[in-house]
């Protein structure tokens, strides 16, 4: 580190930079899952639609060659995952988190299963956007040198927040979300409504597994994730079902997950593993902090069975 | 509509004696689990079966295979009982909690975090105190460990509101973390290069085998757990109490039940028996706390939990079960070069189709007891 000439100021551009790089997929899944729990439904399966996502998309960058391709199927394999969950909760007596665990289990079994054999070659990247390049330190660059998804991923929070409150769709969404019944008396099928909202969150959950598989780290093996898909839920809780708190709040975990990587990178390296651990501790406080056994969640919608 | 005066095989049971009723009654009750349950099992199989041959490989090879891979021989049966063990402990830190309500998922962290208090609790007393002696303090800290983990979850849910599925997984995640820091920090035997451990127990302080098989003591600790429990739940008035608050909690509060402390205290036995699974991980396979503490077990055994309905009795068949097919994981992949992950699949599968044939819980007119109770 004694060439750089910026010293210390390397661990807030270092966590800057890896809060970007950290969050992006976190905010696609928690956008995916804002979607399906403001319908009225659980997905706590997101984990296996992430690291099934990412297989694929690494499968088809390889054999296509083309980044691109390799997001749009795996946003189709995400909506399939999201379709088969809504399809199976609509019935009577199924308990959509206990389904939500059991897709998880199959996504991360198929995903390794027939991913096994894309371990080895190597996949075209995503493309980012250099904004560093007025800058002469490489620090700088690098930092600024941010992955395309992020960007789109920040849009998307923007559109669903004004979606949520301005389009029929979203006020469809919001109604089913809430009460059933008032939903049924305004002649909307609210299974249809879940099952499609499910499919939405899936498919931008796989977004999600692209990015870890296309972008950073950039590789696939059964590793991949660390468990985003499940901490995006309690991000979701975290985030009050608002798109722009979803993104904000991914911000933040990706600061806490970057924290123990650029705090290595000047030298600090007793409690890595602590640090590792800093984002789950940070969902966990945040969890217990706004939770209250009398009161139900502020803005959680009314027929969400985690809130009960 | 009346189904009585059509069915001429329950106007035979009628005329056949009143004595026959009542087992029939009780048959009608019992059966409707067994039954929907060994339907889903055949669906889930099929399923499987449908993918196996998609990727143009015979299910019944694989089949053949899996059963010989976990029971065809004596071999591999101890084999299979050996895998058995661990989950017969987790299950039963999803189903205790199940029984309330309650969906905990995080065993797995009770596990690692109970492996490393049991082989940082032998330390200081390997070569002092008889192995039975030593078992029993590796015992106790990984039960108290492990259940003040999984207990902090039902705690939370009950005092806090926090979801006990979401803070027990978050709990899992930590827990692996902080038994990376000891185990490769504080606790750290220097001699272990490559892969970071606790000091190993010496060969006569492992728990060791059950006379006349090659299977460790974890076994039967496991079927004990898991009887003690089906007693706990089944006789004791605590149990009564908690099949009350998990049917309906406002009830249970209404008739001056200590809700608080049911989950707390089965939140706290369940994260305790997964500790344990921890313990004789150390004590009796692996030797020491490593890496290896975090194997899967906990989400094994929640697939496990779920398929035996929360019965801790029947979770000891499902158990065996589920470890015949891991142990015939190898032998799939040398005979028909098929990833390791085929038994992660087959396990999704079910999960997932057993999950799906709860919707047919009393959809049946014959599994209804008081459609043999008419005469």
Redesign the interface.
């Known amino acids: 580190m004694e060439d750089t000439g910026i010293g210390l100021w390397g661990v807030p551009l270092a966590i800057f930079a890896g809060a970007i790089r950290v969050s992006t997929p976190f905010i696609f899944v928690s956008l995916g899952e804002t979607i399906t729990e403001r319908s009225g439904r659980i997905n706590l399966g997101l984990e296996g639609t992430l690291v099934f996502g990412a297989m694929t998309a690494y499968a088809v960058a390889v054999m296509t060659g083309s980044p691109t391709l390799g997001v749009l199927a795996a946003m189709a394999t995400g909506a399939m995952f999201g379709t088969i969950h809504g399809w199976i909760c609509k019935w009577p007596k199924v308990n959509d988190i206990a389904i939500g665990i059991a897709m998880m289990q199959f996504g991360l079994g198929l995903a390794f299963f027939l991913g096994k054999s894309f371990i080895q070659p190597v996949a075209p990247k995503l493309p980012s956007i250099p904004l560093g390049s007025w800058s002469a330190v490489p620090q700088v660059q690098a930092a600024l040198n941010i992955n395309v998804l992020f960007f789109i991923g920040a849009a998307l929070a923007l559109f669903l927040w004004w979606a949520f409150k301005n389009t029929r769709i979203g006020l469809i969404l919001r109604v089913v979300g809430d009460s059933t019944d008032a939903a049924r008396a305004m002649g909307i099928s609210p299974d249809r409504v879940r099952l499609l909202a499910t499919a939405a969150g899936g498919s931008l959950a796989a977004i999600g597994g692209a990015y870890l598989s296309l972008y950073y780290p950039g590789s696939w093996n059964e590793g991949i994730s660390s468990g985003q898909g499940l901490m995006a839920v309690a991000l979701v809780i975290f985030a009050r079902w608002n798109p722009i708190g979803c993104f904000l709040a991914a911000l933040l975990f990706g600061g806490a997950g970057a924290l123990g990587p650029a705090l290595q990178s000047v030298g600090v390296t007793q409690g890595y593993y602590l640090f590792y651990a800093a984002p789950y501790v940070l969902t966990l406080i945040i969890l217990i902090a706004t939770s209250s056994p009398t009161r139900s969640l502020a803005g959680a919608p009314g027929a969400l069975s985690l809130t009960k | 509509m009346t189904v009585e005066a059509n069915d001429p095989g329950l106007s035979v049971a009628a005329g056949s004696g009143a004595s026959l009723r009542p087992l029939l009654e009780w048959l009608a009750r019992r059966a409707e689990p067994v039954v929907i349950g060994l339907v889903a099992i055949l669906i889930g199989l099929a399923l499987f079966s449908l993918f196996i041959l998609a990727i143009g490989k015979s299910p019944i090879t694989l089949f053949q295979l899996m059963y010989t891979g976990g029971f065809g021989s004596w071999f591999s049966i101890q084999n299979s009982l050996s895998r058995a063990a661990p989950l017969l402990l987790t299950a039963l830190c999803v189903a205790l909690p199940a029984r309330l309500g309650l969906?905990i998922?995080g065993a797995e962290g009770a596990v690692v975090l109970g492996g490393v208090a049991a082989a940082a609790s032998a330390m200081p007393f390997v070569g002092i105190v008889p192995p039975v002696v030593l078992f029993l303090f590796m015992g106790f800290a990984a039960v108290v460990v492990g259940g003040i983990w999984i207990g902090l979850a039902g705690f939370?849910r009950?005092?806090?509101?926090?979801?006990e599925?979401?803070?027990s997984?978050?709990?899992a995640?930590?827990a692996i973390?902080?038994m990376?820091?000891f185990v490769?920090?504080l606790l750290r035997d220097p001699a272990s290069l490559n892969k970071p451990s606790t000091k190993p127990l010496p060969k006569d302080y492992m728990l060791g085998q059950i006379p006349g098989m090659d299977v460790h003591w974890g076994l039967v600790i496991g079927v004990v757990a898991c009887i003690l429990s089906w007693v706990l739940i089944e006789i004791t008035s605590f149990g009564f109490a908690a099949r009350i608050a998990g049917g309906n909690v406002r009830a249970a509060q209404i008739q001056g039940l200590p809700v608080g402390k049911l989950i707390v205290g089965f939140t706290g036995i369940a994260g305790g028996f997964a500790g344990l699974a921890g313990m004789i991980e150390v004590a009796a396979v692996q030797g020491s706390a490593n890496a290896s503490l975090a194997a899967g077990y906990g989400?094994t055994g929640?697939?496990v939990a779920?398929l035996a309905r929360h019965n801790p009795l029947a979770i000891i068949p499902v158990a065996i079960l589920l470890g015949g097919i891991s142990a015939s994981g190898g032998l799939i992949q040398r005979r028909m070069g098929?990833?390791d992950?085929?038994?992660?699949?087959?396990?999704?599968?079910l999960?997932?189709v057993i999950?799906?044939c709860?919707?047919f819980?009393?959809r049946f007119k014959i599994f209804n007891p008081d459609l043999w109770k008419r005469s």
């Open positions: 969906v998922i939370l009950h005092y806090r509101g926090v979801n599925t979401i803070s997984l978050l709990l995640y930590i973390a902080l990376n820091q490769e920090g989400y929640i697939l779920f098929l990833p992950a085929t038994v992660l699949v087959l396990q999704g599968t999960f997932i999950l799906f709860e919707t819980y009393g």
